[in-house]
């Protein structure tokens, strides 16, 4: 009984042990965290947020030099008209309005790109070339076309809903399995039917729901951080699970350690969803960047790109009041810990609430009631 949540239509598809994929975390990801996730069982995730074709193949080169076992890579769904670099006025304009923040940090606006972001069609010709296990699209789905080259590859496509609606949409044109992203995940709300804020549905509200509408797999996402999250969302009807914040405070991120222990600490109750570093709405840990860069940013990807020699600048003097501390619900559950250890821990303690319900039935016979999942003695 115990095992029966490890095995089921996604495991399959993906030939994975255990039904939990780490987050994709564009601009954060690190080849040492997907390949210990990998290793252990899971589904270790990479984002490839602004990546062109050949670092795309780098890294791939460097994950399977790392793992022999399966992986996803994740890309935003982008258009060529969000790639092209606005006016220079519109820059310019944009980019004073964060001079405060170039000043204070010392460094100088670098020079208009030629493009904002490579393009897509190029990311999914490069992930088609590199044949990963699977890849994950976030705000929408490439072309009927680009979606068939994926499928006649062997890649297993998995698409992200923050919505019933996006979910139908994402079923119809034949995706694998569906991502349920609840308003509690960090990162952005990918949303792409209607705007974010009229898409804001939380994890145990949308997952059930959406695995009432669609005929293939649903991985749950927002907010699960512990066994008791993941023994929760199978409850709901999910395959699968997709942890995020609590992958990005381990040892194994590319998160600085101000950024680990700001997720796994009290910082993290408390977070904000806002448009301060990229334009787009995301959750994050408040911190100075939320709150002066907040109230008039540019569009995505104008604002990201702006905001993104800041962040830099001070991530590298692993200061986090000036970076994006994306960050979920459940950061408070999160430990620095290694990436492999809490795999195997999210396995133990999902194993034993689940055993524990099919032998005692609701509510009989726990002695804590959290799958021993409470860590501090
Ligand atoms: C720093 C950060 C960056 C993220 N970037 C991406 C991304 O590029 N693509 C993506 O599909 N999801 C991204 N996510 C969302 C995660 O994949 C995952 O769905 C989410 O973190 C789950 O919620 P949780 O943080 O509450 O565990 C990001 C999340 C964080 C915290």
Redesign the pocket.
């Known amino acids: 009984m115990t095992a029966s949540w490890r095995e089921n239509r996604l495991t399959d598809r993906l030939g994975i042990e255990v039904p939990i994929l780490s ?6 990801s690190s080849v040492a965290l997907t390949a210990a996730v990998s290793d252990a069982g899971g589904l270790g ?1 990479y ?1 490839l ?1 602004g990546y062109g074709p050949e670092r795309i193949a780098a890294t791939v080169a460097e994950l399977r030099a790392a793992t022999a076992a399966p992986f996803l890579l ?1 890309l ?1 769904v982008t258009d060529e008209a969000e790639a092209a670099p606005p006016a220079a006025a519109v820059v310019r304009e944009a980019a004073e309005r964060l001079a405060p923040f170039y000043a204070e940090l010392g460094i100088e606006l670098p020079d208009p790109p030629t493009r904002l972001l490579p393009s897509f069609e190029e990311q999914v010709e490069a992930v088609v070339a590199v044949r990963p296990a699977a890849v ?1 699209f ?1 705000f929408g789905l490439p072309d009927a076309a680009s979606l068939a080259r994926l499928r006649e590859a062997g890649i297993a496509v998995l698409g ?1 809903a923050t919505t019933v609606e996006e979910a139908l949409g994402l079923d119809a044109a034949g995706v694998d399995a569906i ?1 349920a ?1 609840g308003a ?5 709300r ?1 949303s792409f039917l209607r705007p974010a804020e009229e898409s804001l549905v939380g994890t145990i509200a949308l997952v059930p729901q959406i695995v009432d509408a669609v005929s293939v797999p649903v991985v749950a ?5 512990d066994g008791r999250g993941i023994a929760a969302a199978v409850m709901l009807g999910a395959e699968g699970v ?5 992958f ?1 405070a381990t040892r194994q991120s590319a998160a600085s350690d101000g950024y680990r222990q700001a997720i796994a600490s009290y910082r993290s109750r408390t977070t904000v969803l806002t448009r301060a570093s990229s334009g787009r709405l995301a959750r994050g840990i408040p911190n100075r960047l939320t709150a002066e860069a907040g109230a008039d940013p540019a569009p995505f990807p104008l604002q990201n790109w702006l905001t993104g020699a800041v962040r830099r600048a001070a991530a590298e003097r692993d200061e986090t009041e000036l970076i ?1 501390l ?5 950061g408070p559950l999160a430990e620095v810990t290694d990436a492999d250890a809490l795999l195997r821990r999210l396995v133990e303690q999902t194993d034993r609430l689940l055993s524990d319900s099919s032998t005692d039935g609701p509510g009989g016979g726990r002695s804590t009631g959290n799958g021993g999942a409470s860590r501090r003695t």
Do not use: M, P
């Open positions: 987050g994709a975390f564009g601009g954060l995730a984002g947020y994740n935003w994950g976030v992200t991502i992203s509690e995940a960090g990162g952005h990918v996402a927002g907010g699960i951080a997709q942890v995020g914040s609590a990005l994006a994306w960050c979920g619900q459940a």
